[in-house]
């Protein structure tokens, strides 16, 4: 027999214990206390999936209140899921994992960022080496799973560089210092920064604590600063957004969205902040360079799904910055982004290196909005090699609320995309043809196994 044991957890230990817990399931639980939240969600991202029992449990014992587990997020796993914590009409979620903090409109948000480890020392000491002038303006931006090391960075640098900014992140999160406190700062995909008078983002360097991902090329991409670095392998490299052979196929892209005669704009998102204002705004664009347009929400975006649709030329995706779609090639036709309709259609518009991922950016109010003027210069396709905006003088008619006719007269079909298409195409599925095919008398149709019908010509050979 095993003789019994009493074992004592000191004070000390059982905070370390809380400390160590990756999930923060005590700040979650001092947060909907202070909230007075009564249904509360957790989402977890795939790979977190099979501790989401246990922390569930966790909570739910500290609470007493019944918390949920969100499945499969309809959109990514990096964006809150409103609209599946709202099928049980909760009032809060709590968010686990990396997280491109995009604002949400309707619920209380929660985020327990990731932890990942990073000499502190080495990151000082490569820091000072690369900007030995104290006096330099610089950007300081960092990836949300170094958000926990910020608070002993800034200690360290903010008293040798006076004119470094620390990003907050724009979220409430198990961070706290982190957490933004200013309203009036810019917000950049969900990292919030407040420039010194007079200056702007082009008189800053800028460096981003993280490797070369996808958080760190959106916002080097979105950002005009002076020079842009990352912190990779325990060394600081400069990064040229010039040299990203992604932006020369988004280029490539654009023009094919100024050859399109049909768009389809897909929703990808039913969460994130003002997506209605740039649904609005794109609809307006298209409508002005008489482009007719769907309306798709079709969950989360994969080729197959919209391959249903072989009338629209191109797609522009309503979705988060940080989502996979704009790298995949795998789609028949173009994916773009609401940024890229502007660069085909507004000449107000220029082409540039830096690229606007987020979409409220354009939007007024945003940094990087413009007023719409709409392009009536004829060009050359150059892509087809075809002159466009060439009838801008030739008054057109709104085909999108038209009448197409047919040439015997018999058949109206309503003007818009999908019906075109489908009236235009030569096979058009089951249809009556009243009084215009021969009349055949009824026939004995096939019987038997569906492998090998008995009244099949091979199978009446064989015997």
């Known amino acids: 027999m095993i003789p019994e044991m009493t074992v004592k957890i000191t004070k000390r230990e059982m905070n370390d214990a809380i400390e160590d817990d990756p999930y923060e399931v005590e700040k979650c639980v001092k947060w909907i206390d202070a909230c007075n939240l009564n249904k509360v969600c957790l989402q977890f991202p795939d790979n977190l999936l099979p501790d989401s029992v246990e922390v569930a449990l966790r909570l739910e014992n500290r609470i007493n209140k019944k ?53 502190i020392v080495e990151v000082i000491d490569k820091f000072k080496s690369k900007f030995e002038d104290k006096s330099k303006r610089i950007l300081f931006f960092y990836d949300v799973a170094y958000a926990h090391k910020i608070e002993c960075i800034h200690k360290i640098l903010n008293p040798i560089y006076k004119n470094v900014i ?21 917000v950049i995909l969900g990292r919030s920064f407040k420039l010194e008078e007079e200056y702007k983002v082009e008189d800053y360097e800028a460096i981003f604590l993280g490797n070369n991902g996808k958080t760190f090329t959106i916002l080097a991409l979105t950002l005009p600063a002076k020079r842009w670095y990352y912190f990779d392998n325990n060394n600081i490299i400069e990064f040229q957004a010039l040299n990203i052979p992604w932006l020369k196929r988004r280029r490539f892209l654009v023009e094919k969205l100024k050859d399109a005669k049909v768009v389809g704009i897909v929703v990808a998102t039913l969460g994130i902040k003002d997506y209605l204002k740039i649904i609005t705004m794109i609809k307006n664009i298209l409508k002005q360079k008489n482009i007719k347009s769907y309306i798709l929400s079709v969950g989360k975006i994969n080729p197959t799904k919209l391959a249903n649709f072989p009338e629209i030329d191109a797609f522009i995706v309503i979705t988060c910055p940080e989502n996979e779609v704009f790298d995949s090639r795998e789609f028949l036709k173009p994916i773009l982004m609401p940024f890229e309709v502007e660069l085909a259609f507004n000449s107000s518009r220029e082409l540039y290196a830096e690229y606007c991922m987020d979409f409220r950016q354009i939007l007024p109010g945003g940094m990087n909005y413009v007023d719409f003027k709409a392009a009536t210069n004829s060009d050359v396709s150059l892509i ?80």
């Open 384 to 463: 087809t090699g075809k002159l466009r905006n060439c009838d801008e003088n030739v008054p057109c008619t709104d085909k999108m609320n038209a009448l197409a006719i047919n040439n015997s007269a018999d058949v109206v079909v309503i003007g818009k995309a999908g019906a075109e298409f489908l009236y235009n195409r030569s096979w058009k599925g089951v249809e009556q043809r009243l009084g215009k095919d021969t009349v055949h008398p009824a026939e004995i149709g096939r019987y038997g196994l569906p492998n090998c019908y008995e009244n099949e010509s091979i199978s009446i050979e064989k015997k």
């Open 166 to 186: 620390f990003s907050s992140l724009n979220c409430t999160s198990n961070i706290e210092f982190t957490d933004t406190k200013d309203s009036s700062s810019i």
């Open 67 to 119: 918390v949920y587990i969100l499945g499969d997020t309809s959109c990514g796993s990096c964006c809150v899921d409103e609209i599946a914590a709202q099928h049980i009409s909760a009032d809060s979620i709590i968010h686990f994992g990396h997280a491109c903090l995009n604002p949400t409109a309707r619920l209380s948000v929660y985020h327990v960022l990731p932890k990942k480890q990073i000499d």
